[in-house]
């Protein structure tokens, strides 16, 4: 028997706890539920989590303070965030560091439940070929670099441009945060024209 996916959510507002907690134990997945952002940060990096939902509102931590460390401490684990009214722009820098998608409030269970298992899926299916990252990420950094609509694509849409690529989640984030030594102790050395087009995006402080 195959073990359920363990989900993490990290949300101040119980009524939204719950609601995850029953929408997504009816589907199969096991829930453990945090209020702050370092509750959740602590049960993130000490538990077996395969996915966290964070609420980029906390009483504790800023949104993003949670999801830089998540992808800092646990970068295999899959990440989606949680955005209310106010909140829909950190939610996209947020895509753009690498998170699998964001939810907004109110959601449905079904949406919720749809979400969740699109994430998963995605990772499960890069997963196994996360040995072609090195020749893809080259590709995706030469084609950047040569064809200017695709690079300012990359540059202003962040992941959400490599979504149907397979590429691991750590790859996206590395190309879409312009990570030049996790790039190069993936892919060695890169070429000029690499380098060039990394420069430009960094200079660019878009994420």
Not at 15 to 42: D, I
């Amino acid at each position: 028997m195959v073990a359920p996916k363990r989900i993490l959510v990290i949300d101040d507002d119980v009524a939204v706890r719950r609601s995850c907690e029953r929408a997504l134990n009816h589907v199969g997945y096991e829930v453990r539920t945090v209020a702050t952002g370092r509750e959740g940060l602590a049960q993130a990096t000490r538990s077996d989590v395969d996915l966290v939902m964070a609420d980029l509102r906390l009483p504790d931590l800023d949104g993003m303070e949670v999801v830089r460390s998540l992808r800092s401490r646990r970068p295999e684990v899959v990440v989606l965030v949680i955005t209310g009214y106010g909140t829909v722009a950190s939610a996209v820098e947020a895509v753009k560091l690498g998170v699998s998608d964001y939810l907004e409030k109110p959601f449905t269970p079904e949406e919720l439940s749809k979400a969740v298992g699109e994430a998963l899926k995605e990772v499960a299916g890069t997963s196994a070929t996360t040995g072609i990252d090195a020749e893809l990420v080259r590709q995706v950094l030469l084609r950047a670099a040569r064809d200017q609509s695709f690079g300012v694509r990359l540059m202003n849409g962040g992941s959400r441009v490599l979504s149907g690529m397979p590429l691991s989640s750590e790859a996206k984030a590395a190309i879409v945060s312009g990570d030049v030594v996790w790039l190069e102790k993936t892919c060695g050395e890169l070429s000029a024209e690499e380098r060039a087009w990394l420069e430009r995006r960094l200079e660019a402080e878009i994420w």
